[in-house]
Structures are given as structure tokens and as C-alpha cells.
């Protein structure tokens, strides 16, 4: 896998959330429940998962117990603050409408499977990306490089100097459409920082 990093002006990190709604691939400890890979291994502080994070899915169902919900090597963890409308509070978890969705709810009486090394995918949305996309950005995450490609096409038609510094496998390089066209047939572990900026904190973790 290619290791790529870059280093963007503060005003255009945000274009690059739009990875987090794709879906980015994480390591893990799989095995255990929903709040312990959360809040253990992702960094969630217990407030912000219980009151910020309204509304979460486990491979696509719906989840009302982050206690009980078990990850497994594999599977698509989506994250998401509060959304508008009926179809919000349906999906909210541990909400008063949770009965309506009963049927494609996670099942909570699975049986917790042995801890082991794993691969889980993430994807976060709305505030919950722009609250915890910069640390986890600058932490690492596996994307495919077209989605890189994508990202970075449209920084350059907005500005030339978007990205400030790139570099492939620990080598600096130009950040220009020939590099990342080079990426798009190309997993990558990407990491992504505020240029000249120290390493970020958040009140959403621990």
C-alpha cells in the first residue's frame, strides 16, 4: 500500500470530509462492543458518543445499544449527529420511534465473538465528520485513490496552493493533477494535517 501525506491550508481541510461520508478503512480490534471500539480504540469521549452521536448504524441496521451492538472484522460503521424530520427521529438511536424500525434494527443478542485483528470501514456525517474528521484525517485512514483523485481535482479548480506539501512513502513531491492521477488505481493510507499546524485536539475525544 502506498503511504501518502499531505499538508493543506486550513480553510480547504474541510473538502476533504467528503472521504469520511465515503467511507474510509480503519484497523481494529474487532470482537468487541460498539462503545468500546468507539470510545477505546477510536478515541470517542463516553459524553460524545451518548449526546453528540445521535444516530448510528452497524452494516447498514439501525443501533439503539452501543453496549450490546459487537463489530466484527469486515463490517461498515456509519455515524451521524442528529437528522431533521420524522425519518431522523426514527433513526435516532434509543429514540421513541425506535419500534417503527424494529425489524432492521441491529440485533442485540448476537454473541460477542473472540477479540482479533481486523479491518472496519467508518463513515461519518454532517457534524459529527466536522467535528471528528481533522484529528482522525491526521491520524490515518485507508482510502482508494480515486476518491483522492476526486478531492483533489476539485481543490485545484478552486485553488492551486490548496495543498501546500505532498509526500509518497516518506518522499516529498508535487502535489499537482499528474500525482494524484498517478494514485487512482492505488489503495493508500492518507494522512492529512493543517499545514504548520501542531497535532490536533477535540473535545469530542478522550
Known amino acids: 500500500m502506498i503511504e501518502v501525506a499531505l499538508e493543506v491550508e486550513a480553510l480547504h481541510l474541510p473538502r476533504f470530509f467528503s472521504l469520511l461520508e465515503k467511507g474510509v478503512v480503519l484497523p481494529a480490534v474487532t470482537g468487541c462492543t460498539?462503545?468500546?471500539?468507539?470510545?477505546?480504540?477510536?478515541?470517542?469521549?463516553?459524553?460524545?458518543?451518548?449526546?453528540?452521536?445521535?444516530?448510528?448504524?452497524?452494516d447498514a441496521?439501525?443501533?439503539?445499544?452501543?453496549?450490546?451492538?459487537?463489530?466484527?472484522?469486515?463490517?461498515?460503521?456509519?455515524?451521524?449527529?442528529?437528522?431533521?424530520?420524522?425519518?431522523?427521529?426514527?433513526?435516532r438511536k434509543g429514540g421513541r420511534y425506535?419500534?417503527?424500525?424494529?425489524?432492521?434494527?441491529?440485533?442485540?443478542?448476537?454473541?460477542?465473538a473472540d477479540a482479533a485483528s481486523g479491518r472496519v470501514t467508518v463513515k461519518m456525517f454532517n457534524m459529527v465528520a466536522r467535528e471528528l474528521g481533522e484529528r482522525l484525517l491526521e491520524r490515518g485512514v485507508e482510502i482508494h485513490g480515486r476518491d483522492l483523485q476526486w478531492v483533489a481535482d476539485r481543490l485545484h479548480a478552486?485553488?492551486?496552493?490548496?495543498?501546500?506539501?505532498?509526500?509518497?512513502?516518506?518522499?516529498?513531491?508535487?502535489?499537482?493533477?499528474?500525482?494524484?492521477?498517478?494514485?487512482?488505481?492505488?489503495?493508500?493510507?492518507?494522512?492529512?494535517?493543517?499545514?504548520?499546524?501542531?497535532?490536533?485536539?477535540?473535545?469530542?475525544?478522550?
Open 98 to 112: 425506535a419500534a417503527f424500525r424494529k425489524d432492521i434494527s441491529q440485533r442485540t443478542d448476537e454473541k460477542q
Open 34 to 58: 460498539l462503545r468500546e471500539f468507539l470510545c477505546g480504540q477510536l478515541g470517542l469521549s463516553r459524553t460524545y458518543l451518548d449526546d453528540r452521536v445521535q444516530t448510528l448504524f452497524l
Open 158 to 206: 478552486v485553488s492551486s496552493s490548496a495543498i501546500v506539501k505532498a509526500r509518497i512513502d516518506g518522499r516529498e513531491t508535487a502535489a499537482d493533477a499528474n500525482f494524484f492521477s498517478s494514485l487512482a488505481s492505488h489503495r493508500l493510507q492518507l494522512f492529512v494535517k493543517v499545514a504548520g499546524q501542531a497535532a490536533s485536539g477535540s473535545d469530542a475525544t478522550s
Open 61 to 91: 441496521r439501525p443501533v439503539d445499544d452501543v453496549d450490546a451492538a459487537t463489530i466484527r472484522d469486515g463490517c461498515t460503521i456509519a455515524l451521524s449527529a442528529a437528522m431533521p424530520g420524522l425519518l431522523g427521529a426514527t433513526m
